[in-house]
């Protein structure tokens, strides 16, 4: 790390007359949560006066004022016993972090870590409470009251328990399968009908302490399917109807313009048949002013023949 030299003149004054002789201390949280069955990775640092001393020994013990060896319940580095569910990651200098592996409900206790330098023994005084859940009161928690969530909202999920689990794996699923977001909040936003389904969470990998499932219903949101769908919708339909009422008002002033010219034709013809010279004349106006004119006589014949025969 880079300090000015101001920052590092002020920190030497500051630390000179404190920081030279540390005082005997342990330093936990005052209590620590974890899930029956699941491990506790306890944080624990502890300091010392005199780096003259050394330490020689590190006991962890349950419920006892000073962890006065022998321990029957802990970790004693002196007496460390094969298949103990206490574990020592920590060190001689300054970590004395814990670890209970595939916790029990008995494990729930005060703990307090004891180390012994060749000079003097500390315990500290105030201890860990450790608190073991069963993992039954595990819940997914909604952001919203309600399950049902138009399309493109947004929902938060917490996995809750008897504990807080900034120390723990939460996993998540949707209809059983695991999703790919961890932690105890799972933030789900624009939502589609593909975020419908039941979402559990579980407190570790293991799905051993798994909640019961919260149901998510994602509907479509009227107005936006209005807005999304429906407008475009409709300016289609729309443009499709000026068009055709554009082409039919075009196609009757074509049609009337050519009914005019057809009219003005079949004048023209009538008054050149009328003539004789009716070359051009289209065969079925032609025919059919001639049938016409030949069926008219017919029954005025018949009526003359009869005439003739009474
Ligand atoms: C103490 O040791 C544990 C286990 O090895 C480690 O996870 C942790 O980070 C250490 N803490 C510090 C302050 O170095
Ligand atoms: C979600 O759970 C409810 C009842 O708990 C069930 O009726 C429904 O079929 C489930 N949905 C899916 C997608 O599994």
Redesign the pocket.
Known sequence: MKMNPWTLSVLLLLAGPLGADPDWHVEYPDSFCVVEGSTA?I???FTHPSVMHKVERVVWCRNREYCIPPVFFGYDSSNVRANSRFLY???LV??C?L?IIKTVKKDAATYRFRFETNGDKYTGPRGVRVKVTDGEDVKVRSSVTDNVVKEGGQVTLTCTSACSFHQLDVHWYRNGHALSEKGPALHLSSLTNDDTGNYTCSLDSSRQKTSAPWSLIVVVDEGRYARRVAVPVVSVVLAVFLLLLAGLVFAKRHAQKKASEVIQKQEVNCKQEAVGASEEVSYSTVHFKRNSSRSAPGPEHEIVYSEVVH
Do not use: E, L, M
Request: hydrophobic share 0%.
């Open positions: 990775t944080p624990c640092s990651p920590g060190d300054g970590n972090t670890k």
